[in-house]
């Protein structure tokens, strides 16, 4: 039980490094597309939106499917 503990710090030590560059390569990367607001109370109801509109600030896209 003693060696658990100093080899779990170790590892939550060594998790918690800085991100490689293979890493950090792609973390500004937005894929391309665009798609019609069907949302009748949103105010960019009708038109096309894509992630372009949004630089800059946080946002999140969910791509629901129904049957």
């Known amino acids: 039980m003693r060696c658990l503990l100093p080899s779990l710090l170790l590892l939550t030590f060594l998790a ?3 991100p ?3 890493a950090d390569a792609g973390a ?3 894929p391309d597309f665009a798609l019609l ?3 009748a109370a949103s105010p960019s109801a009708g038109k096309s939106v894509s ?3 949004l630089r800059g600030k ?3 896209w969910y791509f629901g499917h129904s049957s």
């Open 20 to 22: 490689s560059a293979a």
């Open 28 to 30: 500004g990367a937005k």
């Open 51 to 53: 992630p372009r509109d």
């Open 16 to 18: 918690c490094g800085a």
């Open 58 to 60: 946080v946002s999140a």
């Open 37 to 39: 607001d069907v949302n």
